[in-house]
C-alpha cells in the first residue's frame, strides 16, 4: 500500500504558547547550574518532573503542581530532590516505573533503578545506592552506552522496559524487579536492522508502536510492536522532516508523537492517521522553542544546539522542553494548534 507523505508543517512560535512557571528562589538556584540536560520526564502522577543532570552525575527530581484556574495554566516548582550515586555515570534517560521507582539509563555506565527516597527534612540531596543494575543485553552480551530507557509497562513488584544501546545500535528488552533480594534476568535484544545510533525511545500508551529516534539517518523509525519484535525486524513508518532526533514522546491519547530536534531549534509535533503509524509522515507543526541567540550559544557542531529532552503532561495539554541554553520552558499544547 502507497501512502503519500503528509502536508508539509506550519511553523509555531513557541513564544506565543509560554506557560507561566512560578518558580522558588532554591530551585531557581538549581536549574540555573544544570548544565549539560538529556532527558526529561513527568511522573505518572503529574507531580514530579525529572531531569538529567548529564555533566554532574546527577538525577533532579523537581516538585510541580500545575494550577489550571485560568483559561492558560501555570507551573509551580517551589521543591526538589537531587540524587547522587557512584552507579550514576553520565545520566541520559530515563522513565518513571510507578510515581516511586525512577529507571537511569547511563551512557557511560549501566541501567540503574533507583527508590525515590522519602523527604529528610531539608535535605534536599541524597546519596542513593540502586535497587537494580542491569548490566547485560542477553545471556553472552552486556549492555552497551544505554542512552534511553521507556517502560514498556510496570506494577508494583516488576517493569517491562526497553534501552537504547546508543553506541551499539540496538534496543534491548529488560524485565526488571522492583523489588530487593534475588531475581533472574531476563534480558534480550529486541531490534538491530536499520539503527544507527538510537538516541530516544517511546512505546504508545496502547503499547502498539515503538518510536526510535534513529541519530544518523535525520528520521524516527517506527516499529508495529502488535507482534512479537525480532532483530531483524523493519520500521513500518518514519517521522521525516528531522535534523538529528533526539528525545521524543507519545501524547498520553498516542495520536501524536512530539520529537525534539537536537540539531534545529525545534520539537517536531506528527499526527496518526487514523491511529495509525505505518508509512512516512512529515510534521504537522515545528514548534520554535528556542531564539536565534539561545540556539547559536549551544551551536558548537551541526548535532548540537536544539532541545534534548521533550515530554508532554498526563493531559496532553502541557509540553516540557529541555537543554544545556534553556534548561526548563514549557508550552500550552492548545495554543500551538489554535490556528488550525
Known amino acids: 500500500m502507497n501512502i503519500s507523505i503528509d502536508r508539509p508543517a506550519k511553523v509555531v512560535d513557541g513564544g506565543r ?21 538529556e532527558d526529561i520526564r513527568f511522573s505518572p502522577d503529574n507531580r514530579r518532573l525529572a531531569i538529567a543532570g548529564y555533566a554532574k552525575n546527577s538525577c533532579f527530581l523537581f516538585d510541580i503542581r500545575i494550577d489550571r484556574a485560568a483559561e492558560r495554566p501555570t507551573v509551580g516548582i517551589h521543591d526538589y530532590l537531587e540524587l547522587r550515586s557512584n552507579a550514576l555515570a553520565d545520566p541520559h534517560g530515563f522513565d518513571f516505573a ?38 547485560r543485553a542477553g545471556y553472552r552480551q552486556r549492555i552497551g552506552s544505554p542512552g534511553s530507557v521507556c517502560v514498556v509497562s510496570a506494577n508494583r513488584r516488576r517493569a517491562d522496559i526497553l534501552v537504547c544501546n546508543n553506541y551499539e545500535h540496538r534496543i534491548t528488552r529488560h524485565s526488571v524487579a522492583l523489588r530487593g533480594g534475588f531475581a533472574l534476568p531476563r534480558d534480550s535484544i529486541v531490534l538491530e536492522n536499520t ?10 500508551p496502547d503499547r502498539a508502536w515503538v518510536a526510535v529516534s534513529n541519530h544518523m539517518t535525520a528520521n524516527v523509525l517506527i516499529f508495529d510492536n502488535r507482534a512479537r519484535l525480532r532483530r531483524s525486524d523493519e520500521p513500518v513508518g518514519t517521522l521525516d522532516g528531522v ?4 528525545g521524543l514522546r507519545f501524547s498520553p491519547d498516542g495520536s501524536r508523537i512530539y520529537v525534539a530536534d537536537a540539531g534545529a531549534p525545534f520539537v517536531h509535533v506528527y499526527e496518526a492517521r487514523a491511529g495509525d503509524w505505518r508509512g512516512p509522515h512529515a510534521p504537522v507543526r515545528t514548534v520554535t522553542v528556542l531564539d536565534d541567540e ?41 495554543s500551538l494548534f489554535a490556528s488550525g
Do not use: W
Open 98 to 135: 510507578g510515581d516511586d521507582k525512577l529507571i537511569v539509563a547511563n551512557r557511560s555506565g549501566q541501567v540503574t533503578v533507583f527508590a525515590i527516597p522519602e523527604r529528610d527534612g531539608n535535605n534536599r540531596v541524597h546519596h542513593v545506592n540502586p535497587l537494580r543494575t542491569i548490566c
Open 17 to 37: 504558547a509560554c506557560v507561566a512557571v512560578d518558580i522558588s528562589s532554591p530551585v531557581q538556584a538549581v536549574v540555573s547550574r544544570l548544565g549539560r540536560t
Open 294 to 334: 539561545t540556539f547559536r550559544r549551544g551551536r558548537v557542531n551541526p548535532e548540537e544546539g536544539g532541545p534534548k529532552g521533550v515530554d508532554v503532561d498526563a493531559s496532553g495539554e502541557i509540553m516540557a522542553v529541555t537543554c544545556e541554553e534553556r534548561a526548563l520552558a514549557f508550552f500550552h499544547v492548545p
Open 195 to 204: 539503527l544507527d545510533i538510537p538516541d530516544g525511545i517511546a512505546v504508545s
Open 243 to 246: 535534523a538529528y532526533p533526539h
